[in-house]
């Protein structure tokens, strides 16, 4: 299995999807540098990608932030003995107090091993991994990308690869996942490297965005 572990695996990968993509070499060149997005696989990333669902960047941080603040190191077992205490302190919704909580449960139960979750093909990752409370295939696709190191995964529910993507090949309406993961079959077997790219294409565009408004 491929995996994206360094600032080489990335080079390598947008390569390949320019050749196999001629569209990609011009959302390359506006892209500017494409971040390699790794972290060390565990509750405490899944966690994180948890809590940054659907908001902000800029909020999913710092509500993060809070709770590794409050619960310091963050793992399963420590979180279930701090109790909903930090999880409200830090700013988590209910729903995702509840899906914290039920996920620290199994992992440190022994339900699920997720450090072992990312040898395994991310079919059968996935589902897996969307048996979790709190877990959708978004979550999994996100912990795959960047915990698990996976060069082959798109998360096409992700709101900014779906405006990226409209904005970066000229559509004019923001495709919805089903439209998406298909356009990306076309960037196989290095979608997560196309995914990194057009983040940080988004992140361009936002910026031009920005200045524009100024």
């Known amino acids: 299995m491929q995996r994206i572990e360094t600032l080489e695996d990335i080079a390598l990968g947008l390569e390949a999807l320019v050749a196999l993509d001629g569209r990609l070499a011009a959302v390359h060149r506006a892209s500017g540098d494409i971040p390699l997005r790794r972290n060390a696989p565990g509750f405490a990333s899944l966690a994180s990608i948890i ?3 659907q ?3 800029a909020s999913a941080d710092a509500i993060f932030g809070r709770l590794c603040r409050l619960i310091d190191p963050l793992t399963a077992e420590n979180l279930l003995v701090a109790g909903q205490g930090p999880l409200v302190e830090a700013g988590l919704s209910r729903a995702k107090q509840r899906a914290m909580t039920g996920l620290a449960e199994h992992v ?3 339900a699920i091993d997720l450090d072992a979750l990312c040898a395994l093909q991310a079919e059968e990752a996935i ?8 877990v959708g295939p978004w ?3 996100v912990y795959l990308l960047v915990s698990a190191g ?3 995964v798109f998360p096409a529910g992700d709101v900014a690869l779906q405006a990226a993507v409209a904005q970066a090949l000229g559509w004019e309406v923001r ?3 089903s439209r998406l993961a298909l356009e990306a079959e076309s960037w196989r077997p290095w979608r997560s490297v196309a995914a990194r790219l057009f983040w940080a294409y988004y992140r361009e565009m936002r910026g031009r965005e920005a200045l524009a408004v100024g």
């Not at 589902?127 to 709190?134: C, I, K, R, V």
Request: glycine content about 12%.
């Open 127 to 134: 589902t897996l991994m969307t048996a979790l409370p709190g």
């Open 55 to 57: 908001v902000s960047r």
């Open 175 to 177: 495709p919805d996942a």
């Open 108 to 110: 440190a139960g022994g």
């Open 150 to 152: 996976h060069a082959d």
């Open 51 to 53: 809590v940054s669902q």
């Open 139 to 141: 979550t999994a696709q």
